[in-house]
């Protein structure tokens, strides 16, 4: 496994200094990264060309099908309130239907086709800016066994506001709009979505079998599966829930979470296979 690691540039980001001290203190930092990386020989570059894929899903198919998205606690497939165009909902991943429709994007995509500068044949199935939100059975069911269901008010079908902002504390990120969470780990879909992330393969390959997936390790799926083997075709881009400088024990937990992706992620078996790591 090739580790790319590097903080994403903040700097760009409206949300401000977000914990440094200052901008000079974080382009100090940032240079220094910049040294670490080259020495330890961090140095590949590999564009997947990957974000948030399915912000326009619900403008495209809300109408057409409801299935493909989220099942809220209060029986809707529907945006969270305040989330006017729907880019943040998140999607029913265990549904095949969505599967062969991201499969039908990817093969639309010009930069899909061969002989295009940047052909690539890789899928992104990295989900909205937004923790892992269906309840519906099917998606439950890959969830592997975790206490930390029961205990949650959003999983067990308690009161929870579904409002966009806010969104985040289902994820205890600590880069969610509400900042300061990050207290231990929430309840975790990271087996959902190792599934999802193969399906999505599983189907893409049946069209190129060189295909591989680009998925996130992400808000309430960032922790390693426990139950599921992920695929090596499946790059991870991984993304702590907390930026530095980290605080509250999860900068120790973030190697754990890495080294349990690597374990379930087939590294041994395939060289090529990339962990993003906090950059986009
Ligand atoms: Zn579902």
Same mark, same amino acid.
Not at 41 to 65: E, L, P
Not at 213 to 233: L, M, Q
């Given at each position: ?6 903080? =994403? *540039?903040?700097? *760009? ?7 440094? +001290? ?7 930092? *940032? ?27 619900? *403008? ?5 099908? %409801? ?9 809707? =497939? ?18 095949? &239907?969505?599967?062969? +429709? ?14 295009? =500068?940047?052909?690539? %044949? ?23 066994? &975790?206490?930390?269901? @029961? ?7 308690? %009161?929870? %506001?579904?409002?966009? $902002?806010? $969104? ?35 189907? @893409? ?57 690597? $374990? ?7 060289? @090529? ?8």
């Amino acid at each position: 496994m090739t580790a790319l690691y590097c903080w =994403r *540039q903040i700097i *760009q980001n409206p949300g401000g200094l977000r914990g440094w +001290q200052s901008a000079e203190t974080r382009e100090r930092y *940032q240079a220094e990264e910049r040294k670490f990386l080259i020495r330890h020989r961090f140095g590949g570059v590999g564009n997947w060309n990957y974000g948030h894929a399915f912000s326009r899903y619900w *403008q495209r198919f809300g109408k057409t099908h %409801p299935e493909f998205f989220s099942l809220l606690p209060d029986g809707r =497939r529907a945006p969270l309130d305040g989330d006017k165009d729907g880019q943040y909902i998140t999607m029913c991943v265990s549904n095949p &239907d969505l599967w062969k +429709q991201i499969i039908r994007d990817w093969k639309n995509d010009p930069l899909t086709r061969p002989g295009h =500068r940047a052909y690539r %044949p890789h899928v992104v199935a990295c989900e909205n800016d937004t923790p892992g939100m269906c309840t519906c059975p099917n998606c439950r069911a890959w969830d592997a066994p &975790d206490s930390r269901f @029961a205990a949650s008010d959003y999983w067990s079908g308690r %009161p929870y %506001p579904l409002q966009r $902002r806010g $969104r985040f504390r289902l994820a205890r990120a600590d880069w969610g709009e509400d900042g300061g969470t990050a207290v231990g780990y929430p309840p975790s879909l990271s087996d959902r979505y190792a599934k999802f992330y193969n399906a999505v393969l599983q189907e @893409a390959r049946k069209s190129n079998p060189k295909a591989r997936v680009v998925g996130y390790a992400y808000a309430n799926y960032v922790e390693g599966p426990t139950a599921t083997k992920v695929d090596p075709g499946v790059v991870i881009s991984f993304v702590p829930l907390a930026f530095f400088p980290v605080h509250g024990g999860i900068e120790s937990d973030i190697p754990d979470s890495v080294e349990t992706l690597a $374990r379930r992620g087939g590294a041994g078996s395939d060289p @090529a296979s990339q962990l993003h790591a906090g950059g986009e």
